[in-house]
Each structure stands twice: as C-alpha cells, then as structure tokens.
C-alpha cells in the first residue's frame, strides 16, 4: 500500500470531476497519464470512455501492476471545476503539490458550490434566450416573451433532471413547458414572431458541451468516447424536438 | 448600425450562455468577445455573396483558432472558450423549421431545411477540426507508418 495507492486515488478522483463535469476524453487520459508518470510510475495506461475510466501502472518492477477503474454516472456541465482540477493536476506533476494537498484540494473542488448560484443561471438563460430570439430575425418587442419562456424552460429542465432518472424526458418537458408558455404570451398579445420566441425559448437547451467535446473527441482518435457523445447530443436535440413538436400540434 | 446593435446582442447573449455552462470568471467576459467575433464574421462573409454553410464554417475557425491561442495566455482548457464562442453559429432556427415543416407535413421542405441545418452544423465542425489541426501542430501521433527511427 502506501504511496501507489494513495496517487491512484487522487487520479481517478481527478479524473472523475473532469469527465463528470465535460471534459474532453483526451484531456482526462492526457492528465491522468501525466500525473501518475510524474510521481515515478511506469507503465501507465488510460482509457476513457463518456462513462468510465480505467487507469493502470506499474510501481516498481517486481510488483504486479495496480489497475481499477471508476464509473461516472452522472455528466453535469461545469467547466470551472474543469480548469480547477487542471491547475491542480499542473501545479502536482510540476512537484508544487504533494500527494496529500493535491487531495485535499480535489476534495475540496469536488464538493464545492457551482460558480454561478443556480438564480443567475436562470437569468442567464433568460438573456441567451431574448438575444437569439432577435438575432434570428424576431424584433424588439419579441425579447421579453422570449426571456421568459427561456426562463421557464431552464427552470424547468433543472427541476426535472432533479427528480427524473431519464435525462431526455427532462428536456422533453422543458421545451413543451417554453413552446407552451411562448405560444400563450403571444396569444394574449406580447410579441408578434412565433417562430423567434419559440427559438430563443429552446436555445438554452441546446446540447452544447456533448456536441463540441464529440467532435474533439472522434478527432483525436477516441471514437467509442466520441460515438458515444455524438449519440447523447442527438438524443438530446431530438427530446427537444419532439417536446416541441408536441406543443404546436396541440396548440397551434 | 443594425449590425453594432446584433454584435452587443451577441456578446450579451454569449456571456449568458458561459454563465450556462459555468466557464471560469476571468474567462466569462472574453468568451463574449468570441461570440462576438464568431457572429462578426459570419456576417461579413455572408455579405461578400458566399453560402451560409461556408460562411458558418469560417466564422467557427476564427472562433475556434482564438479560442485556442486566449486558452494558452490566460491557461485555461480550450472548451471553456470555445464553446460559448461557436454557440451564436448553431442553426437553432433552421433545426426549428425542420421541425415545424416536418409537424406541417410539408415533408420536402423539410428535408431541404434538414440538409442545411446537418450542412451548417458540420461547418461548425469542420471549422473547429481546422482549428484544433493547426494548433496541434507538432504533436502528430503517426496514423500511417512508424517514423524512422
């Protein structure tokens, strides 16, 4: 036991914040990989998958390699704790940290509080959604609906993902709940474009984090992680879709 | 002066959108600047008369390749930066008529509307791949042959 252990705990640990919260597959590998060569392991292999990471190496010759793996279960979007593990995993290989602090700080990175409170977030939305909604074409007087159906479908998908196990079914509800609430504040007469406050709603939902880390990852060669992402951006534009589809069938 | 007030729009609505995905503070205002530079681009490409899919596919290399050199200055993993940055080019209101026509039941507009919004999301791809080939030069891993040893 002793240090072997202990820096395959902090690995994986750094590992699974990364990948829990959208890294890019080849950055995981490439930091896991750095970091245990830099405390004097050989052999070192990883391999990374959109769900699970396995880790293995050498301690010294005689040994028998150590290997394990950790499952990521849940894939949240929060790139600070991204940058966070990368700075800590930089200031570890180059022997700023020792094993013990580079604990302590993934520990503490893991268990802190998003950078933005979750009120912002919805704010946030409500903005992206009112300034897409005018660049695509709708007019001034189309952004207040717009920023609200954003609001409500953010507030929507965050409540949902909560309680649901199905993450698409949460995105389903979140673009019925904006189509409705945008098709109903046009009707009592606030903006005249359907169609751009409808599109503003949804752009907040929009898959962006899957959808670029797959392109990353099927180019630097790790298509299983790639493929995988790529399927998850689909169905996640799908649910919105068909959540869409849904409430202007029923009524428009 | 329209096209001031669509670049204050965009940068508001691309710094929302990093606060979406929780990017770090310090790189919270320059992910804007991106947006920005994305949205700037597309338009002055679509104003020399080419495509919308080649216009998009520009716009998301420079958005891309400054990504690429502000993430080395300020030491910041790229995504952070580059995925606000291209957000502005997602064809969200072509994938939204696909749909609509689709619901209509006008079956081939909606398949015309399917292709751009597949095409333009594949510029937004490519521009991305350009981007990550040229910054990545220098550490080529070998796909075909071992190297002379």
């Known amino acids: 036991m002793g240090k072997a252990d202990d820096v395959m705990d902090i690995c994986l640990l750094a590992g699974e914040i990364m990948l829990k919260y959208g890294a890019e597959t080849y950055r995981v590998e490439e930091t896991l990989e750095r970091m245990a060569k830099s405390a004097s392991f050989s052999n070192v292999h990883c391999f990374t998958t959109s769900t699970g990471i396995f880790l293995s190496f050498e301690e010294t010759k005689e040994k028998e390699d150590l290997m394990q793996m950790v499952r990521i279960d849940d894939r949240l979007q929060d790139l600070s704790k991204v940058t966070a593990v990368n700075q800590v995993s930089r200031e570890f290989v180059s022997g700023q940290l020792t094993v013990e602090e580079a604990k302590q700080k993934l520990t503490a990175i893991a268990s802190s509080p998003l950078t933005y409170p979750l009120w912002l977030i919805h704010i946030a939305s409500g903005v992206a959604g009112a300034g897409f909604s005018y660049l695509f074409g709708g007019g001034w007087a189309d952004m207040m609906p717009a920023f609200i159906a954003a609001v409500m479908s953010s507030i929507v998908v965050v409540e949902f993902e909560r309680y649901l196990k199905v993450r698409f079914a949460a995105e389903f509800a979140a673009a019925f709940s904006g189509g409705t609430i945008a098709i109903f504040l046009v009707f009592i007469g606030m903006g005249s474009n359907l169609d751009q406050i409808i599109i503003g709603s949804l752009m907040p939902l929009v898959p962006g984090v899957p959808l670029t880390n797959a392109v990353r990852d099927l180019m630097s060669g790790d298509l299983v992680a790639g493929v995988s992402r790529g399927a998850e951006a689909l169905l996640t534009s799908l649910s919105i879709a068909s959540g869409i589809a849904l409430t202007i069938s029923i009524f428009v | ?149």
């Open chain 2, 1 to 149: 002066m329209d096209i001031v007030t669509q670049l204050l729009i965009t940068y508001f609505a691309t710094v929302a959108f990093g606060i979406i995905f929780s990017i770090p503070k310090r790189a919270l205002l320059i992910g804007g600047a991106i947006g920005m530079l994305a949205w700037g681009v597309f338009q002055g490409v679509l104003n020399l008369g080419t495509s919308y899919v080649f216009a998009t596919g520009i716009a998301s290399f420079a958005a891309a390749a400054l990504s690429h050199i502000t993430a080395k200055i300020i030491r910041i993993p790229v995504t952070a930066l580059s995925i606000p940055g291209i957000l502005p080019l997602v064809p969200g209101s072509r994938a939204y008529f696909t749909m609509l026509s689709f619901v209509e039941g006008d079956y081939l507009q909606g398949l015309e509307y399917g292709v751009e919004t597949m095409l333009r999301a594949g510029a937004i791809a490519a521009g991305l791949v350009f981007a990550l080939a040229i910054f990545s030069y220098g550490k080529g891993i070998g796909h075909r042959y071992e190297p002379n040893r």
